[in-house]
């Protein structure tokens, strides 16, 4: 006779997947140290005025502008994908994190909001950078620790989280450019 198997809650499978996933990258990373770096690669192909299909791994998404920037208004913009690549990566690490500190959070949700002076895009003005000039963050956080808690979880995250680095710290980019002549 098969025997029972008990459903997880949401929150027991998020632990059981955290705990896993930090155990076996210790393993890995303890064994191998240099299966500690990963390369993420993205491909993006231009259709329409100015959107994107883009390719991640097994995945796929569109980008776009609305209408005032060129775009068609059909998905999102790339600051948009920014803020969203932040706000996901927030999540993940708060989870995380809170799992390894064992603080509970019930529930998280976060907002991110950039600041862009389009001036700098389009050339206006040279001095204005063409990216955000300031992004806000508002986290707000479910559960019955006290305050402190929260606050050292936050500390962490902060420390911790790679799409924050990304917004605060420079990163070397380098631009190569293949040209492929067609006949028009």
Not at 16 to 44: C, H, K, M, N, Y
Not at 134 to 152: F, T
Request: aromatic letters at 6%; charged letters at 20%; a negative charge.
């Amino acid at each position: 006779m098969p025997t029972a198997t008990k459903k997880l809650s949401v929150a027991e499978d998020r632990s059981a997947r955290l705990q896993e996933a930090d155990a076996g990258w210790g393993e890995r990373i303890s064994a191998a140290p240099q299966s500690a770096q990963l390369t993420f690669s993205v491909r993006g192909e231009g259709f329409g005025s100015v959107a994107s299909n883009i390719r991640a791994g097994k995945h796929s998404f569109t980008v776009d502008e609305p209408a005032a920037l060129g775009g068609s208004d059909i998905a999102a913009s790339p600051v948009e994908y920014a803020l969203a690549a932040l706000v996901s990566c927030q999540v993940v690490v708060y989870r995380l994190y809170a799992e390894n500190l064992g603080i509970q959070v019930d529930d998280v949700q976060i907002t991110a909001d950039g600041q862009l002076d389009v001036r700098g895009l389009f050339g206006i003005d040279e001095t204005i950078r063409p990216g955000f000039s300031s992004v806000d963050l508002q986290v707000h956080i479910a559960g019955p620790e006290a305050a402190e808690r929260y606050e050292e979880l936050r500390q962490a995250v902060d420390a911790h989280c790679p799409v924050l680095d990304l917004f605060t710290n420079p990163v070397p980019v380098t631009t190569s450019v293949r040209v492929v002549e067609t006949n028009n």
